[in-house]
């Protein structure tokens, strides 16, 4: 059973550019979130997917968007890059579980991002 | 809202010795609590989650943690180190199914 898998792990951009993050959960999870890891920082969340909603939204800006398709999968898209955004961008998975919340969360190994 | 604090960036312990993670939350529901830990270059992995019921949680590689309620604190302890535990522990708090809020991180380092 695979765990969560992210592409690509390793990328770079110039500022100014537009890049596409992906994400394919946990078989059976259908729950979808990202978080940005800076350097020596711990991950702060971006926003959360289920049934191919945005859920929740953390404190970033809307050049970050994302998306989620009906096999669970997701991207997130980050337009006009700026040299801050370069940092780790993990892609976590679970399960909601009505009246009981979610279930064990899953990362994935994280896509490297760097912006020049 | 919720918040994590982790006191202590670098924590340093020799093999064999007891770990001490420390943590303190903040939340305004009842929370949910984990410690992540993350080795060079790689993903997060949950060491152990505590939601509700028995306040100590045991967790993976001889990991446990206890919380307590009282003191808004969520430490993570093992009692003999090992050299493979040196890696960076997360401790983040949520509520039911939302967004997971970490702290900054404490680097824990092993020496022989």
């Known amino acids: 059973d695979a765990g969560v898998t992210q592409s690509p792990t390793h990328l770079i951009k110039t500022r100014g550019q537009q890049v596409t993050l992906r994400c394919s959960p946990k078989?059976?999870?259908?729950?979808v979130s990202w978080y940005q890891q800076a350097l020596g920082q711990g991950p702060q969340f971006i926003f959360q997917?289920?049934?191919?909603?945005?859920?929740q939204r953390g404190n970033f800006p809307d050049r970050f968007s994302g998306h989620q398709f009906p096999n669970y999968s997701s991207e997130l898209n980050v337009n006009a890059l700026l040299l801050g955004d370069s940092a780790l961008y993990l892609c976590?998975?679970?399960?909601?579980?009505?009246?009981?919340?979610?279930?064990?969360?899953?990362f994935g190994e994280g896509s490297w991002l760097t912006v020049v | 809202a919720q918040s994590v604090t982790q006191l202590g960036s670098h924590v340093s312990v020799s093999e064999g010795a007891l770990v001490l993670l420390r943590c303190n939350y903040s939340?305004?529901?009842?929370?949910?609590l984990f410690w992540y830990v993350q080795y060079p270059n790689q993903g997060l992995q949950l060491l152990l989650k505590?939601?509700?019921?028995?306040?100590l949680v045991k967790g993976i590689n001889g990991f446990e943690a206890e919380f307590k309620k009282s003191e808004t604190s969520f430490h993570l302890t093992k009692p003999s180190a090992h050299m493979s535990d040196a890696a960076e522990y997360f401790c983040?708090?949520?509520?039911?199914?939302?967004?997971?809020?970490f702290g900054k991180g404490t680097t824990l380092s092993v020496s022989s």
């Open positions: 939340s305004s529901v009842p929370p949910y």
């Open positions: 505590y939601t509700t019921g028995a306040t």
């Open positions: 976590a998975s679970s399960r909601l579980v009505p009246g009981q919340g979610a279930s064990i969360i899953y």
């Open positions: 078989s059976g999870h259908d729950t």
């Open positions: 983040a708090v949520s509520g039911q199914g939302t967004a997971l809020i």
């Open positions: 997917y289920y049934e191919e909603e945005e859920r």
